[in-house]
Every structure is written in C-alpha cells, then in structure tokens.
T-cell receptor, first 116, second 114 residues
Framework: DGGITQSPKYLFRKEGQNVTLSCEQN?????MYWYRQDPGQGLRLIYY???????QKGDIAEGYSVSREKKESFPLTVTSAQKNPTAFYLC???????????????FGQGTRLTVV | AQSVTQPDIHITVSEGASLELRCNYS??????LFWYVQSPGQGLQLLLK??????LVQGIKGFEAEFKRSQSSFNLRKPSVHWSDAAEYFC????????????FGTGTLLAVQP
C-alpha cells in the first residue's frame, strides 16, 4: 500500500544528543514536510522540501536539520541546539502545485520524542 | 499573514447529537481549506477539502463542511455523532505561493458522551 512511514514510533534522547527521525514515502510525491505538534498549539512547520537536494526552513527551524538526498526520504535531525525537543513529530508529503488536482498532504503516524 | 482560528478548544456532545466545529481563516485570496482528524498518538487523516466550486463539501465518515466567504469560515458538521468520532480535529489552510504548506488551527478536542 502507498503511504508514509515514520520510524521509530517512540524515541528517547538524552540531553545534549542529536537524534534522527526517519520519514519514507512511496506515494511518488515531490514535496515533503516536517511538522511539530505540541498540546494546544496545533501543528507548526519545521522544514519542507519541494524537490530532491533542496529544502526550505519553516516557521520553527532553529535546532533542526534535514536532508533530501532521495525523493522517497526526508529525515529530520533534532540537534542539541533545540532547547525543548520533547514533542510529537509528523512527516507529510504532497504533490507540488501544478502536478494535479489532489494537493492535499498525507501524513505519517508520527514519532513521539522524549528528552530524558 | 494567513492564519486559522478554531475558537473551541474542547467540545463534548452526546452520542447521536449533531456536531458543528468552528473554523475561521484569514487569507487574502480564495483559500484552499482542509479538515483533518487525529486519534490519540496517531497521524492526521483528511476528512474533506475545499478548493473551489460548490461551497458545501462532503467528506468521509459522514462529515460535511460549508465554506462561507463572507464570514471567512469553514465549519465542520455532522448530523449524528458516533462514539468513534471522539478525536481531535484540525482545520488548515494552504499557505500562499507555489507550495502546499499548511497553516493549522490549534485544534478542537471532541469528546462523545454515551
């Protein structure tokens, strides 16, 4: 089945460590996104990528980094510079505008990151 | 700047009762609007979307939403709520420009009483 796979589902990190969250999609979408979800704040955009080897900062990019070496993959690294990393992280993908009528984003099941 | 407001943080309804979740947006042009649902610890599932045309949009699970440009609203409705509808609901608007980035509201948590 086509979809978006995020792993792991739960992740624990010690303070001062970097950690990488995986996101893979087989929907053949060009665009991929990372959102952070905190209680009562909705979803906020961290980074997005519209094409391989290119990505853009979202609203809360500080303390995070990404790469887009393959169309299917968009890993997110939470660095030690992120002061409050405990959150639920959601990856999404979509076509880019102009590629068709279905411009909605499809979401993975999320990764819950906890700093211990 | 674009924004989405969901004024109700938490709503409780009885099973079988009707439901309306409010969403107001701020956007200069004709917006692309979405409603997503999220069960605890899960990702987001698209309920319905509005791009253009008929302002009353039908979605999955018996949900519908009505786009009202004059009120900058896109409220979600369901005539009879089921216990399985208990979840968090997010309204979103597509950000402007040549991307499909979404701007989300803060969500409405729906509880269903038996």
């Amino acid at each position: 089945d086509g979809g978006i796979t995020q792993s792991p589902k739960y992740l624990f990190r010690k303070e001062g460590q970097n950690v990488t969250l995986s996101c893979e999609q087989n929907l053949n979408h060009d665009a991929m996104y990372w959102y952070r979800q905190d209680p009562g704040q909705g979803l906020r955009l961290i980074y997005y990528s519209q094409i391989v080897n290119d990505f853009q900062k979202g609203d809360i990019a500080e303390g995070y980094s990404v790469s887009r070496e393959k169309k299917e993959s968009f890993p997110l690294t939470v660095t030690s510079a992120q002061k409050n990393p405990t959150a639920f992280y959601l990856c999404a993908s979509s076509p880019v505008p102009g590629q068709g009528l279905n411009t909605e984003a499809f979401f993975g099941q999320g990764t819950r990151l906890t700093v211990v | 700047a674009q924004s989405v407001t969901q004024p109700d943080i938490h709503i409780t309804v009885s099973e079988g009762a009707s439901l309306e979740l409010r969403c107001n947006y701020s956007y200069g042009a004709t917006p692309y609007l979405f409603w997503y649902v999220q069960s605890p610890g899960q990702g987001l599932q698209l309920l319905l979307k509005y791009f253009s045309g008929d302002t009353l949009v039908q979605g999955i699970k018996g949900f519908e939403a009505e786009f009202k440009r004059s009120q900058s609203s896109f409220n979600l409705r369901k005539p009879s709520v089921h216990w399985s509808d208990a979840a968090e609901y997010f309204c979103a608007v597509k950000s402007g420009g040549a991307t499909n980035k979404l701007i989300f509201g803060t969500g409405t948590l729906l509880a269903v009483q038996p």
